[in-house]
Each structure stands twice: as C-alpha cells, then as structure tokens.
C-alpha cells in the first residue's frame, strides 16, 4: 500500500520551497511558539484517493491522490487598513504551478523533484487552477490549485 502521509509532506515541502512561504496542513501555518502565520501563505489539503492493487499485468500498486492547495493574501499585522492583493496571492500562484512544471531542456521528469517515500515514484502530476475567492470583510484574498499525483510502488529488487 502507497502510504498518503509521506506524499503529503513531500508535497507540502514542495510548496513551501517553491513559494518560500510556509505551507499548513489543513489550517493555517504556525511559528514554532504555536502563533499563526501571518499571510501570505499556503494551506494544503489532503482530498480524494483512488488506489489500484496489483493485476496480472503488473504486479506494482498504484494510487492517485489529490490535494487542494489554497494561496491566502492577507492584511499586513500592524498595518492598519492594510488588505490582502491579487497581486500576492497570483504570485503564490505562479510559484505554486511550478510543482508540474518540465525542465527546460526537454528530459524526462520535472523540474523540481517531490520525494514520495521510500520505494514509491510521482511518475506523472497534474494541476488545475480552481478559482479562488475574496472576502472584503477580513481582506482575505485567495486563489487555488488542485494537484493530483499519480504514483507507484517500485518493485522490490
């Protein structure tokens, strides 16, 4: 079996070193003393998974886990009136679509390595922008992207 957890953090440190921003699983991000993180950041959430078992065409496992990742723009802690900007979230965003972005010079693979866990490969990733959403009322920004990761099990040598 395809464990998620391991995908799931390999996924979240993806993110938090493509955006430099720190990236929370299922809520908001905190410091080391517990506090949230001021905006911008990322939360991740783990969604629906589809598993395949072996076959007698293949004998490896297989999954294909998807994840929701929300880029939130935010008031500056501080500033008063301050608000959250498209501007920040889209850079999120762009920072964000570079977990299925191809290498430059047209190899195979891409360009920036996602560890799944021992023994397991993202042979193939997918992403789709799903919107996002905007509340004037607490100056929120947001936009999303849906990662799906297909993976498998290497055979044991």
């Not at 995908?7 to 080391?32: D, E, F, H, I």
């Not at 799944?116 to 992403?127: D, F, L, N, Q, Y």
Request: glycine content about 10%; overall charge negative.
């Amino acid at each position: 079996m395809i464990e998620r957890r391991p995908v799931t953090l390999g996924l979240q440190t993806l993110l938090a070193t493509l955006t430099g921003r720190p990236v929370g699983l299922r809520s908001v991000p905190l410091t080391a003393a517990g506090q949230p993180v001021a905006p911008p950041y990322t939360i991740l959430d783990p969604l629906d998974r589809i598993d395949d078992t072996r076959t007698l065409a293949d004998n490896q496992r297989a999954a294909v886990m998807n994840y929701q990742a929300t880029f939130v723009s935010g008031p500056t802690p501080g500033v008063p009136d301050s608000r959250g900007g498209d501007e920040q979230a889209q850079w999120l965003t762009d920072r964000a679509w570079k977990v299925v972005e191809r290498p430059a010079n047209g190899s195979p693979g891409y360009a920036h390595p996602l560890s799944v866990g021992p023994g397991v490969t993202c042979w193939r990733r997918e992403a789709t922008e799903a919107g996002g959403t905007s509340d004037a009322g607490d100056a929120i920004i947001t936009s999303v992207i849906r990662f799906r990761l297909f993976l498998e099990e290497q055979p044991a040598a």
